[in-house]
């Protein structure tokens, strides 16, 4: 496996913006709006934009290469030149990425526009590129003002220019670095309910990237290692099928994609958890999230059972199972398993 | 007289290079594990035996009716390292990880503790633990025969007390006689009491209420201050601190500012990148307790979670700062 980014080196060192409309139809007119000129901005700003893209990266991030199906890509192509060159030309390789944004995205009816950066940023002294696409937000600015009679007010204005917030959670952001000479990125994308939208549009129409590490093979290996990690290094039988039972629910999902270190916050006891990520990262699993295909597992178990120590034996469907029945203990510390369902037949 | 000192100085001299290059390994060896260990300022040295000391020890033997049938293979120490350590504690707990460095010697490893053996319960005297080590990875041209290595250890009083002795009994020019040996030797009853009491002392300072947190947070401010910095909010560090020393942790807090400072050097640079923007960046750079932040989201990233949320700290400072190291933390349920 080639090296990985690491986002927290990231420092902004300039960024230029561009204003991108999405067209809503044949009859709309709406231009880009290129500006000319890198603005000198304060170190803080710089900070701010380095700070929000790093917690996007590292939270959503998933590694890309370049998707050379696609042919030859252009913004991979500009965007190499532009890490290899000396002096790096930011307007210009801004205007054409943004040029480049303007035609691979579609009409939404959704969406007005969107403010569109390029960042020129180091990677622990190395050169890098980086891109984000914001979305515009409203918000409200306050000011402490004072009345001609005198007495204080506080005057609040809504503002619809806003773009970035410390809360805003729809962006995309892509970080792009040559290691060992090749085109790598972290891209991330907060609106990844939908999952096509990352794919066709804003990853490998206008990126014209893909995955790093084979959705099929991730998988695989996420699989692989959960139920090992079951197999070998938990020992207490309740744990065994609580994550057992959440392994093979999590597979037998349509959810389109797996974040390992939510899903082992959210299935694993506490004092398991670090262990077992520290597997997926001994395994290469990047434990932000990777796009989920269950192909390379064959039929994947989607029923379970659990057997008590008295021989009981219950049964069904993975995601049932994970919904419906609970391993537990009751109020004097007898241990219990609570189905909760609709008996319909015996004998 | 049966020993050709000529011979054995010639023969030594063969293999000195080699023994010298042992010393410096074993040496380094050492300091490894007291370091990793986090022992309180080992002092470990290492020398070879000089030509002279050899030939002295071989004709004693003979004039002694003891003699060595080969000195370069009989003779124990002619690589000898020794740490001094600050705390009886430390002593044993390196006796046990030396005992345990199978992988790093031949078995059985010969083992001298001088109360066991010497001492027992009715003498005074220097107590030292000396092992008797041959390592498995030789120089070469050292015959593994000739490659046995003595490792002493002893704590500060008892290398204070052996440096005196040994210059004025052990090797003195003339004869010391009875009187002036007993004046010297009574002074191993000082020793006890003194390397006791200091080991009385540090347990019950490392049972007392914030102890631990103050340990971490020195090692803290001592690694936060090999950057650029400014003043920060010490009251803060301390809440932090005490919320993520918990458990176990408290414990080995010795071991987590060994971690500590493990870590600032492994992540030097990327610190110093980081901390270089404390004059505008997030305000938490400037605060000490972001090195055990960061540490703990590269290691225990979950735990850390988790003792942040049960110790009411905000959130949000957390999400900050795993974003600024560039680390994965899913939001707390």
Request: glycine letters at 6%; a negative charge.
């Amino acid at each position: 496996m080639a090296k990985s980014i690491d986002v927290g080196q990231v420092e902004v060192l300039r960024l230029i913006g561009h204003r991108v409309p999405r067209k809503r139809g044949k009859d709309d007119t709406r231009r880009l709006a290129l500006t000319e000129v890198v603005p000198d901005l304060p170190d803080k700003t710089l900070e701010f934009f380095g700070l929000r893209m790093k917690k996007s990266l590292s939270a959503k991030g998933q590694e890309v290469e370049v998707d050379e199906r696609l042919g030859d890509p252009p913004l991979p192509k500009l965007l190499t030149e532009f890490v290899r060159e000396t002096p790096r030309d930011l307007v210009a390789t801004s205007k054409a990425a943004a040029e480049e944004l303007y035609r691979s995205q579609g009409g939404s009816r959704y969406e007005d526009e969107s403010l569109f950066l390029t960042l020129d940023v180091s990677l622990g002294g190395r050169p890098a590129v980086a891109v984000m696409k914001l979305e515009k937000e409203s918000g409200v600015e306050w000011n402490e003002e004072t009345t001609p009679q005198g007495e204080a007010v506080l005057m609040v204005e809504v503002n619809p220019r806003l773009f970035l917030t410390d809360n805003t959670r729809v962006f995309k952001a892509a970080l792009f670095a040559l290691l060992d000479g090749k085109f790598v990125g972290v891209v991330s994308d907060d609106q990844q309910g939908d999952p096509t939208d990352v794919a066709d549009y804003f990853m490998r129409r206008f990126l014209g990237c893909r995955p790093r590490r084979s959705p099929a093979v991730t998988t695989q290996s996420f699989y692989r290692t959960v139920a090992r990690f079951v197999d070998k290094e938990l020992t207490d039988p309740e744990e065994k099928a609580r994550v057992d039972t959440a392994l093979k629910s999590e597979v037998n999902s349509n959810r389109p994609r797996i974040s390992p270190a939510e899903w082992v916050g959210e299935h694993v006891p506490e004092e398991h958890q670090d262990r077992l990520l520290e597997r997926f990262r001994e395994a290469e699993i990047p434990t932000t999230t990777f796009t989920k295909d269950v192909s390379r597992l064959g039929n994947a178990p989607s029923r379970t059972k659990w057997t008590t120590a008295s021989g009981i034996t219950i049964a069904g469907n993975v995601n049932d199972m994970a919904e419906r029945v609970r391993p537990g203990e009751d109020e004097d510390g007898t241990p219990i398993i609570i189905v909760r369902d609709t008996l319909t037949s015996a004998g | 007289m049966t020993t050709d000192l000529q011979e054995l100085r010639d023969r030594y001299a063969e293999i000195r290079a080699p023994l010298d290059e042992l010393c410096l390994q074993l040496t380094e060896w050492l300091y490894d594990v007291t370091r990793r260990a986090s022992i309180l300022d080992p002092r470990v040295e290492g020398r070879v035996k000089e030509p002279h000391s050899l030939l002295s020890k071989a004709l004693r033997k003979e004039l002694e009716g003891d003699p060595w049938e080969d000195p370069l293979v009989d003779a124990s120490d002619k690589v000898g390292i020794r740490a001094d350590l600050v705390y009886t504690a430390d002593r044993d707990r390196l006796t046990a990880l030396i005992l345990g460095a199978d992988d790093m010697f031949e078995t059985p490893i010969g083992v001298d503790d001088k109360l066991k053996t010497t001492l027992g319960v009715d003498r005074l005297g220097y107590h030292g633990v000396h092992f008797d080590v041959v390592p498995r990875d030789l120089p070469g041209r050292l015959p593994r025969e000739m490659a046995r290595c003595e490792i002493q250890l002893r704590t500060n009083a008892q290398a204070a007390w052996s440096m005196a002795t040994h210059d004025l009994i052990y090797k003195a020019p003339v004869e010391p006689g009875d009187l002036l040996r007993r004046r010297v030797n009574r002074l191993t009853a000082l020793l006890e009491c003194f390397d006791e009491d200091v080991h009385r002392t540090r347990t019950a300072m490392m049972g007392r209420e914030g102890y631990p947190e103050a340990i971490v947070l020195g090692a803290l401010e001592a690694a936060r201050m090999r950057f650029p910095a400014v003043v920060y909010d010490r009251e803060l560090a301390r809440d932090v601190v005490s919320v993520l020393i918990a458990g176990d942790d408290a414990d080995r807090a010795h071991e987590i500012a060994r971690e500590l400072a493990d870590f600032t050097e492994a992540r030097h640079d990327k610190l110093e990148r980081l901390f270089s923007k404390v004059s505008y960046g997030h305000f938490m750079l400037a605060q000490p307790e972001t090195v055990l932040i960061f540490m703990m989201l590269e290691s225990r990233p979950m735990q850390l979670r988790t003792r942040w949320v049960a110790g009411d700290l905000p959130y949000r400072l957390l999400d900050d700062l795993a974003g600024e190291w560039g680390a994965t933390l899913p939001a707390p349920l």
